[in-house]
T-cell receptor
Framework: AQSVAQPEDQVNVAEGNPLTVKCTYS??????LFWYVQYPNRGLQFLLK??????LVKGSYGFEAEFNKSQTSFHLKKPSALVSDSALYFC??????????FGTGTRLLVSP | DAGITQSPRYKITETGRQVTLMCHQT?????MFWYRQDLGHGLRLIYY???????DKGEVPDGYVVSRSKTENFPLTLESATRSQTSVYFC????????????FGEGSRLTVL
């Protein structure tokens, strides 16, 4: 069965510093990996995805993620955090047809 | 406006009552989904639909019923609400294809007393 782990419930970072939100996955077969962000009282918004090709994927709002097959990871990164990046971030993996499995989410807090 | 809309946004009901959460999308996406979001569980798939009149169970379908008579609508019904169904429910849609991202509604917060 496919699964996703987000080992950190919360990540704290100061504004202007780089940020990393971790995600590891377990699947049989080739993974399709996604990151979503959720702001308070809102639905999830798509940030970026890895399907195939370049292991470094660039997405919305300056975020990027690196697919590492050997470590089965897909960590979300941003070179310089903003206070407005504070939100709940979800990693998700899909194999098979359209059944996306989500991690439990990581809360990112960016302090001024 | 184009997008995916859910109604009601907030609902309080009592144990044993029937509740229907509505979901409407204007993109003509083939796939639609219902998730519930609970602290410590992330998002869990309740039901999904590949097209009109085609639905299938997700991870946590018990106590829920769905229908999809039209491509754009995907209502979720709790036939006899229980306290354990207190949650935030999200509807989502997706274009055909495993690489397609999901587009989410704003959510429906349901409280069962």
């Amino acid at each position: 069965a496919q699964s996703v782990a987000q080992p950190e419930d919360q990540v704290n970072v100061a504004e202007g510093n780089p940020l990393t939100v971790k995600c590891t996955y377990s699947v049989s077969g080739n993974p399709y990996l996604f990151w979503y962000v959720q702001y308070p009282n809102r639905g999830l918004q798509f940030l970026l995805k890895y399907i195939t090709g370049d292991n470094l994927v660039k997405g919305s709002y300056g975020f990027e993620a690196e697919f590492n097959k050997s470590q089965t990871s897909f960590h979300l990164k941003k070179p310089s955090a903003l206070v407005s990046d504070s939100a709940l971030y979800f990693c998700a993996v899909r194999t098979g047809f359209q059944k996306l499995v989500f991690g439990t989410g990581t809360r990112l807090l960016v302090s001024p | 406006d184009a997008g995916i809309t859910q109604s009601p946004r907030y609902k309080i009901t009592e144990t044993g009552r029937q509740v229907t959460l509505m979901c409407h999308q204007t993109w003509s996406h083939s796939y639609m989904f219902w998730y519930r979001q609970d602290l410590g569980h992330g998002l869990r798939l309740i039901y999904y639909s590949a097209a009109a009149d085609i639905t299938d169970k997700g991870e946590v379908p018990d106590g829920y019923v769905v229908s999809r008579s039209k491509t754009e609508n995907f209502p979720l019904t709790l036939e006899s609400a229980t306290r354990s169904q207190t949650s935030v429910y999200f509807c989502a849609s997706s274009e055909l294809g495993v690489g397609g991202e999901l587009f989410f509604g704003e959510g429906s917060r349901l409280t069962v007393l």
